[in-house]
């Protein structure tokens, strides 16, 4: 049986719809003290700012506390240490972790040594499974999650956030527009992943023509470093910018979402609409990890009363 | 109506009055589960050690919980993010907010943007209002706050903690003597500031003439970084400096105090002496910041229930 | 009376069963309100993640909570204030407090200067009795400790914690077989005291003569530091190497053990083995050091009942 989150592959809509649920109901009842005792291991090796502090926010609103393994350069792993070891030695302290690291499939092989519950925090270009049950989150308490045209725009090459949100969306009645550079196209991969689901996906590379359609437009960064010259990057990031003028063609229900941080994607002007859901995204990180923290400190694997049998084993369930 | 604490500026004698009656009753009585399952965010911009581990240890003996950002290096600011995203961010996930920042006025903007108490833990040369409130608690339990002559001594010009402490005082019937060479002297925006409250202060080069009167003799650092080369910084400390021998002259109830880190300025030897305090008052710097916190969580401003209307708009009582 | 835990010469047999005793009560009744409102300093001027954790772990188990200085680097430290001012501060936001420091002697004399209780967690060359509570711990709970034949292999020379592990091991009724190169051999202070305390030591090059009759192989890195080049260093380092086919001649019974991180000393597969203890071993440092603070918090010395008369003062008992 599994225990461990590791991808977002492994989360079937019942599945979704279980955290999403738990989520709900933590945040409307505030409990305090239902995991009192409990230590969640924090294990970055990537410094993070938003996802560390929910994760250490959620174990402490249930009551519990958190161990943080703190900068990775401070530690025994400058000293040559595996992740191995190092995730061991940590498991044998807290009754959860949570792993953030650079190479993709660091946090599946990790899983492998430990008895306590492992959720993915981000490994490279590989997977960020609690920020996609974040986004679903926004968009379920906004404007629900069927029936839904969702425009996602931006670096869709190289953000993880994407390919992970892209794949659960497939669970849900939506049409995705994803609308980016040529350059910045989602990777084969991934599209070939969406097709096998039978996905209603389409591609633009101009954001006007499919604004006025939109339930949801979630925005993403384009990095400068993926760009030969600051010319290029200058023109390209100036095409796939939005503010508040850009949204007058848009629905009036159109929730705007980002993972943050931001940079100029999205104009300060945007803040003040009614549009902008992303800090009450970030906000609704807390309210996801408690619900999935919770369940899987339940033992026995986090969905493991799931019938649907989707996740009877979370690691087999994990991409390879 | 005003939630943040800004600037000293905003405390009226009733306002400092009651966060130090509060203090002595939260210190006298203990209470280690009034704010259980309160969450404080840490936000510092700057390396902190005795501010931010005294906030950290105010919120968890009042029975909750903080929440460090941590070094600001390892985080998304440093992917561009700006400082409002920050705190709304955090915010998100918080109670309440402790920020400190490099910058004047930085408290003042982040204040606009969230919806929880913010209090201001030093922005640049600008404010750092609960040093003065510690200050003042440290003040009042050894030797009272009124008819006092208080020597302050040492680099007058850019220690945001002098002037801060300097405004404090007016609301108190006290004389203070300002010692320092000139090129340190108070600045004249501060002085100013002085004297539109009708305070009584003396300027003193030397502090052996002036000695023998003081109830209170509060020494800064002199910092090196102030001086073109090392030999003019060396004979200046030299003369700002205070050891055992020198206290022979004054009060016997005479206290000396000190923000610290102090390094030179006051001699080990005086540590013995019944005079030092400055470790009492790092100390008394929990149990204020637990009053200030716990009146600013009661909700509709830190000093709502203050009929004196001085801090009916905090943020509009802050300094410019 | 003493109340501070500077070095494992402090340590009587009655002593050492008292904190393993308490330590096991501990783990079996796993209380998690028993220090609650309990505040614990860390203060590490060098880098550790085990440590640093398992005390973290413990206090937090105890229902108490921490206050990590964090990286000294980012402290007032840097501004030149000394290491008693430094503990004088934190001291008096805390119930006790937790100091790892380069320096020799760094505990003892930074104990002089607060009146809560401080524990040892290594003071560079000099002392980690905290390390040798938790190895004694792991050897009672797999195979007691009298009668027993433990090795000790690697770098004898270098490594506090084998100094503090051997002497503490004079208490029991034990023959220590220590194996390293020439270069390395324990230090003639050590096997002074050894001598002095009446143990029955032998000293070896080589693993193989003895490894059938060890109850206990205690494993040490050998440092690439320690050798004028790396050819050397490769040679020696792979002479005293283990992996699952040495442990082949082995007791049944033997127990491998090593303080982490390891590195090349021994193989993975040993881990497989029923030999290894060593990620048991880490994890034993968070109950040890649950029952030494919860003696330490009791007052009036960590060992005040102790009538053996041997800990009447734990300053004086430290050694020079």
Chains 1, 2, 3 share one sequence.
């Not at 389409?202 to 960064?221: A, F, G, I, M």
């Not at 941080?261 to 807390?286: C, L, M, S």
Request: aromatic fraction near 6%; charge should be negative; proline fraction near 4%.
């Amino acid at each position: 049986m599994g225990q461990h989150l590791i991808s977002a592959k492994q989360l079937s809509r019942a599945d979704i719809e279980r955290v999403l649920d738990h989520a709900a109901a933590l945040e409307r009842d505030s409990p305090t003290d239902r995991r009192s005792g409990t230590l969640l291991g924090l294990c970055f090796f990537e410094p993070s700012t938003r996802t560390r502090l929910s994760f250490e926010a959620a174990i402490k609103r249930l009551g519990g506390d958190a161990l943080d393994m703190g900068a990775i350069e401070a530690s025994s792993v400058t000293k040559g240490e595996t992740l191995a070891d190092t995730v061991r030695v940590l498991a044998g302290y807290v009754d959860a972790l949570v792993l953030r690291h650079p190479s993709e499939g660091a946090a599946r092989m990790a899983s492998e040594f430990v008895s306590v519950p492992l959720i993915n925090a981000g490994d490279g270009a590989g997977q960020h499974p609690t920020q996609t049950l974040l986004d679903l989150y926004t968009m379920r308490e906004n404007v629900g999650l069927d029936g839904l045209s969702i425009g996602i725009m931006g670096d869709l090459k190289y953000g993880r956030t994407v390919h992970s949100l892209s794949l659960a969306l497939t669970n849900f009645d939506t049409t995705q527009h994803l609308v980016s550079p040529e350059s910045l196209r989602l990777p084969r991969g991934v599209r070939y992943d969406l097709e096998a689901a039978g996905a209603s996906v389409q591609e633009h590379t101009d954001l006007s023509t499919v604004l006025p359609d939109l339930d949801v437009l979630y925005v993403t960064r384009i990095q400068r470093e993926r760009f030969p010259d600051d010319a290029e990057y200058r023109a390209i990031a100036g095409e796939y910018r939005i503010d508040a003028a850009t949204l007058e063609d848009a629905k009036e229900n159109l929730i705007v979402m980002h993972p943050l941080p931001r940079v100029e994607e999205i104009a300060a002007d945007v803040d003040e609409t009614p549009h902008a859901k992303y800090f009450e995204q970030a906000k609704n990180g807390v309210a996801v990890r408690m619900a999935l923290l919770d369940l899987a400190l339940d033992g026995g694997g986090i969905f493991a009363a799931d019938e649907s049998g989707s996740l009877a084993d979370w690691n087999e369930g994990a991409d390879a």
